[in-house]
T-cell receptor
Framework: AQKVTQAQTEISVVEKEDVTLDCVYETRDTTYYLFWYKQPPSGELVFLIRRNSFDEQNEISGRYSWNFQKSTSSFNFTITASQVVDSAVYFCALSELAQKLVFGQGTRLTINP | NAGVTQTPKFRVLKTGQSMTLLCAQDMNHEYMYWYRQDPGMGLRLIHYSVGEGTTAKGEVPDGYNVSRLKKQNFLLGLESAAPSQTSVYFC?????????????????FGEGSRLTVL
């Protein structure tokens, strides 16, 4: 069965620090998708990235970067030079061919000024 | 530019009462989902639908029923509400095409519905 583990429940850093959010997944399928979503204090869920299992290239988008490693079943998310606006709960999610997403428990990130 | 709309946004129920949450999407997506979010538990899938007239159970289906009579609507029903169903409920929709196709698998979420059962 598919499973996503975000071991870091809460992280607190000072603004401008780099921070990495860990995501470890379990799946029996060779074809699957990985996602990251952001939930700011306002409560909505914001899509950040999707990766399919055949694309292990790392992704960079501004201050955000993602490291996908199939060998360790991890899909980690790094924020460089963090800002207060990055404060949110971040969710990692996995979808197998059944097309239903299973979410991790989330990591609450607090960026202090 | 509505996307996914959930109604109502807030509701307070007494134990044993029934209610229905409505989710509507205007993106012509085949797939629709109902999740609940509880502190420390992330989002857990209640039921989902892969097309009009079809539904399937997710991780936590007990106590809920769903219907997908029209492609754009996905209803979540609580027949006899219990305090354990106090939660924030999110509806989502998605499109699944070929790998690499734009938006494939991305879930578009509604704003959430906060339900309190006393």
């Amino acid at each position: 069965a598919q499973k996503v583990t975000q071991a870091q429940t809460e992280i607190s850093v000072v603004e401008k620090e780099d921070v990495t959010l860990d995501c470890v997944y379990e799946t029996r399928d060779t074809t699957y998708y990985l996602f990251w979503y952001k939930q700011p204090p306002s409560g909505e869920l914001v899509f950040l990235i999707r990766r399919n299992s055949f694309d292990e290239q790392n992704e960079i988008s501004g201050r955000y970067s993602w490291n996908f490693q199939k060998s360790t079943s991890s899909f980690n998310f790094t924020i460089t030079a963090s800002q207060v606006v990055d404060s949110a709960v971040y969710f990692c999610a996995l979808s197998e061919l059944a097309q239903k997403l299973v979410f991790g428990q989330g990591t609450r990130l607090t960026i202090n000024p | 530019n509505a996307g996914v709309t959930q109604t109502p946004k807030f509701r307070v129920l007494k134990t044993g009462q029934s209610m229905t949450l409505l989710c509507a999407q205007d993106m012509n997506h085949e797939y629709m989902y109902w999740y609940r979010q509880d502190p420390g538990m992330g989002l857990r899938l209640i039921h989902y639908s892969v097309g009009e007239g079809t539904t399937a159970k997710g991780e936590v289906p007990d106590g809920y029923n769903v219907s997908r009579l029209k492609k754009q609507n996905f209803l979540l029903g609580l027949e006899s509400a219990a305090p354990s169903q106090t939660s924030v409920y999110f509806c989502a929709s998605s499109h699944w095409g070929l790998a690499g196709t734009a938006n494939t698998g991305e879930l578009f979420f509604g704003e959430g519905s906060r339900l309190t059962v006393l």
